[in-house]
């Protein structure tokens, strides 16, 4: 179980599978600290390529009627 | 007494079908559901080609367990005409209202919910792929797991629990109640806005749950009006006089692994407390609407509820109570009736949660969804220097929960996984082992030919010179591998298994 639940989700490359292992053995809180914030630098990259174009029209458009 | 917590979850998924003016989307979810039937049913895709139609004999979901039907109740309506169809891994999937539903099979611990709904959403994922092909270039369906278009309509994920009969239901309605208040910091999948009636889209930037703005009472049977936190719908799908089945509305539809782990497998430690007596009566929430609330948009956790004994404490101070009850409970009656190890674990994580909640939320980033969610909604709001009610927040919102693998943020998010992939691949196809969705999902691999009709407790087989024969399976945790596997492995036909089942 343990050893499952250090596995993360497979969304990326071999890579980022290593990044992942070497970060969850990085001590101290500064360092998690920042390895946090490129993290999401990162991250924030990726989503300004992939968030909707148009996202003001999208959220208007995202209507959902009759639910359960 | 405690009865064995059979569980399962059934998610109604947010559907747009984009380059059409006036998309529809009861067309557009029979669309998703049969683009992916027709995959299945493919010459070379393998076993199961499920075109059998689920059976509607014994629904009944207006029967309250209160034992009358309240005049001003609206009593759920079946709509039978849509596609309803049931899988091979035993799992139903459905048009519900406007939207495509999957409803997992039985399962008998979290972790196995958890593969399940894992199993789900590719089946979504493919079902989306299926539809795209048949489509023109420029239109396509999309999928989104959550709960709210941010506009006042909500749909659910709904939870299910099998309870003893006789336990009774005032008790339930209490504790259930308080575990769900506060279980909401580790539930939520997060919002960006409220849609409370009479509100501002934007007064609260950012919340913990997507369906806390939407109840009004404490018990009913309703799901699309006043929803109830705990509701009395009375449909056991097994034998009504020793279970009822325990149907909450109240969740989120979660992203995260650990979360959906987290969801069904202390509910269920708490609901076979219930069972046993075993929570003390003073830990209840003092109204609870309000209360669901309050927690939902305290993201700061620092809110205290008041308690019926008079004191006043945070949800997490109540998870924490809960969950030491929990660890008695496991002490002095085992483990058996609430999903074997697995419940070691729940209570593991529980802890390891909570504690995280009160000394450093964001480590729970790819764990609990409203603050894996937040953090990018925060960055983002930042980097680009926007207001909290900018749109491009609330789109960020909706495509967390995209189901699109290239256009879903959660997928990048690195998030904790607790079951294989290749697992839940195969458990798109393959039933749980242990319980009685054994049967129903080998019967249909096997014979779906001569299977007429299934639901939850029994199936109906179209057997050689005879009329129709249902099989009735009343008891969810038989049926399993370990009472029907050989039978089902030595039976040439149906002929021959309907024979001796009935020896």
């Known amino acids: 179980m343990a050893e499952q639940e250090q596995r993360r989700r497979d969304a990326g490359t071999d890579s980022e599978d290593v990044e992942v292992a070497e970060v969850a053995a990085a001590p101290g809180a500064t360092e998690r600290g920042e390895r946090l914030k490129d993290e999401l630098d990162d991250l924030l990259d990726e989503i300004d390529e992939v968030l909707e174009t148009n996202a003001e029209e999208f959220v208007k458009s995202y209507i959902q009627k009759g639910g359960e | ?503």
């Open chain 2, 1 to 503: 007494m405690a009865v064995p917590k059979t569980l399962g979850i059934e998610t109604e998924f947010g559907i747009v079908h984009r380059g059409v003016d006036e998309p529809n989307p009861i067309s557009a979810s029979s669309l998703l559901i049969n683009a992916y039937l027709s995959r299945l049913a493919a010459p070379g895709s393998g076993p199961g080609a499920p075109r059998v139609g689920w059976d509607f004999v014994d629904e009944s979901p207006s029967v309250d367990v209160r034992g009358f039907t309240p005049l001003d109740a609206m009593a759920p309506e079946i709509e039978t005409h849509l596609v309803n169809a049931v899988l091979t891994n035993g799992a139903r999937y459905y048009v519900d209202h406007a939207h495509p539903e999957l409803s997992t099979p039985e399962c008998a611990d979290a972790l196995s919910v958890v593969l399940q709904d894992r199993a789900a959403e590719m089946i979504l994922v493919e079902s989306m792929e299926a539809a795209n092909e048949v489509l023109p270039d420029d239109q396509e369906l999309v999928v989104y797991k959550n709960n709210s278009d941010g506009k006042g309509n909500s749909y659910g994920c709904h939870e299910n629990y099998l309870m003893d009969r006789s336990t009774p239901f005032g008790r339930i309605v209490q504790h259930a109640t308080t575990h769900f208040v506060t279980r909401q910091v580790f539930t939520g999948a997060g919002k960006v806005g409220c849609e409370l009636p009479f509100r501002n889209r934007f007064d609260v930037p950012f919340q913990i749950t997507q369906r806390a703005d939407f109840f009004e009472e404490e018990v009913g049977l309703e799901t699309t009006l006043k929803r109830p936190i705990v509701n009395t719908r009375d449909e056991p799908h097994a034998d009504p006089l020793r279970y009822r089945r325990l149907h909450v509305i109240v969740g989120d539809a979660n992203m995260c692994e650990v979360a959906t782990f987290l969801k069904v497998g202390s509910t269920a430690l708490v609901l076979a407390m219930v069972e046993e007596d075993a929570l003390d009566p003073n830990l209840a929430v003092v109204d609870p609407v309000r209360a669901l609330q309050a927690v939902s948009w305290d993201v700061e956790l620092g809110a205290t509820l008041e308690l019926a004994d008079g004191r006043r404490a945070t949800a997490v101070e109540v998870q924490w109570e809960i969950l030491a009850a929990a660890r008695r409970y496991l002490d002095d009656h085992g483990d058996e009736m609430v999903g074997g190890p697995v419940a070691h674990q729940v209570v593991q994580r529980w802890e390891d949660v909570l504690s995280a909640l009160e000394s450093d939320p964001e480590s729970l980033a790819g764990q609990v969804d409203w603050i894996t969610k937040r953090r990018v909604v925060d960055g983002f709001r930042d980097r680009h220097g926007l207001a909290h009610d900018d749109l491009r927040l609330a789109a960020l919102d909706l495509q967390y929960h995209d189901l699109r693998p290239d256009r879903s943020l959660f997928a990048r998010l690195g998030a904790e996984t607790l079951v294989d992939a290749d697992d839940a691949r195969r458990a798109t196809a393959e039933p749980p082992e242990d319980t009685r969705a054994y049967f129903r999902g080998r019967c249909l691999a096997r014979w779906p030919d001569r299977i007429v009709a299934a639901n939850w407790d029994s199936m109906v087989f179209d057997v050689a010179g005879e009329s129709l024969r249902r099989v009735p399976m009343m008891e969810p945790r038989r049926g399993t591998a370990e009472h029907v596997a050989t039978l089902l492995d030595t039976c040439e036909t149906v002929d021959e298994l309907i024979e001796r089942l009935a020896t």
